[in-house]
């Protein structure tokens, strides 16, 4: 006699969030794959598996905001280090959409992709929180999403970035340095922040005050918003200068080239700058620097999204990998600026300088960059 069994609604609905839960990476024990390229944002970084599947991919990056120069190479590079020989063949569909700076439409997006069956996606997030939906239905579909730059607020996907918190510490502590070199342990410091809502924006800004605060000097900050863009932060910083005054130095998240503008425009004395890794920037502190702008430069690579493609094709291998991976912070100074070398007289002001990474085996060339689009690709 064959026994038939008979399940319950409720038995059947544990059954199935059993099964849903049990999809997606395994926690396993590290080292990870490539460490040197991919290396552990802490000893306490936990260590994801997938189970590997044949290439090639399909493979999809999910872009927010688009309106700086920043993203639109972030662009270009990702569908140039598509067609790079490394890893072309194992790539059989790529597509690039930005959504704007609406989370749902973003996350409609990735939903999107995932239904399709793409095996990963790569995305700068909107906001660094409001994905668990869309992450469980990646687990449940064992699609790699892989949130780089703007990250979120979780530990349920592998990410790439660097250590943004780092860099507004040590932004800071560059400007402390220098003025005090000064003989300055107070006055007014000008803060051009990025784009509002998002996870970058808000750790640098804490690093930077976490140091100042720290100091024991007495420094008014005085805050705007240039989303990361050179126009925007040039306007912001001349209104800043119109109603405040003189400042004795500057912490500039991006769109360094339109601060420098902004105060050579305004007759202001060049102060200490702190900002992003604009080639523009750098031909002027480089050019200026003996005119007392002294200043540093780090680099939000819009290479990540290289690395973070690189990453997703590790995992789709079966590869095991640190939930988040940290990429070192790329610094340059007044001091080791080098025309050909960390910045490029016969590039556009707007290009970023920072796009090779040697321990990943990534270097893209400004021209292969250049050479592309930003049209979405669908």
């Not at 699609?143 to 660097?162: A, G, H, I, R, S």
């Amino acid at each position: 006699m064959k026994a038939v069994w008979k399940w319950s609604p409720a038995a059947l609905a544990l059954a199935l969030s059993v099964n849903m839960a049990a999809a997606g990476p395994e926690i396993v024990s590290g080292p990870g794959a490539d460490p040197e390229c991919f290396a552990p944002w802490s000893a306490d970084t936990k260590y994801f598996q997938w189970e590997a599947r044949p290439a090639p991919y399909r493979v999809a990056v999910v872009n927010g905001f688009v309106g700086n120069t920043w993203r639109i190479q972030m662009i270009k590079t990702a569908k140039a280090y598509a067609e790079d020989p490394a890893v072309k063949d194992k790539i059989s569909e790529f597509k690039v959409v930005s959504t704007g700076t609406d989370a749902p439409a973003q996350l409609g997006a990735i939903e999107d992709f995932i239904n399709q069956g793409f095996d990963a996606i790569i995305t700068i997030a909107v906001s660094p929180d409001g994905f668990d939906r869309v992450i469980r239905l990646a687990d449940k579909n064992n699609v790699v999403l892989v949130p780089f730059d703007n990250v979120l607020d979780t530990d349920k996907v592998m990410q790439v970035n660097e250590d943004q918190l780092a860099m507004g510490r040590t932004w800071a502590e560059f400007l402390l340095k220098e003025l005090e070199a000064q003989g300055k342990t107070s006055g007014k410091i000008l803060e051009v922040r990025g784009l509002p809502g998002n996870s970058v924006d808000r750790d640098r800004s804490i690093g930077i005050h976490e140091v100042l605060d720290g100091s024991g000097g007495n420094w008014e900050v005085v805050q705007v918003v240039g989303n990361w863009d050179d126009g925007t932060a040039q306007k912001v910083t001349a209104d800043a200068i119109a109603v405040h005054g003189t400042f004795d130095a500057v912490a500039a998240q991006g769109g360094t080239t339109g601060v420098v503008q902004a105060l050579r425009d305004a007759g202001h004395p060049m102060v200490p700058i702190a900002g992003e890794s604009e080639n523009g920037y750098r031909k002027l502190v480089a050019q200026y620097a003996e005119d007392g702008l002294k200043g540093i430069s780090i680099g939000q690579s819009p290479g990540l999204v290289a690395i973070a493609m690189k990453a997703a094709i590790s995992a789709l291998e079966g590869n095991v990998m640190p939930q988040l991976i940290s990429v070192p912070l790329p610094v340059a100074d007044y001091s080791s600026l080098e025309d050909g070398v960390n910045f490029w007289t016969d590039l556009p002001d707007n290009f970023f300088t920072v796009n090779e990474f040697p321990p990943c085996g990534v270097n893209i060339s400004g021209p292969a960059i250049m050479a592309q689009s930003e049209e979405d690709v669908k």
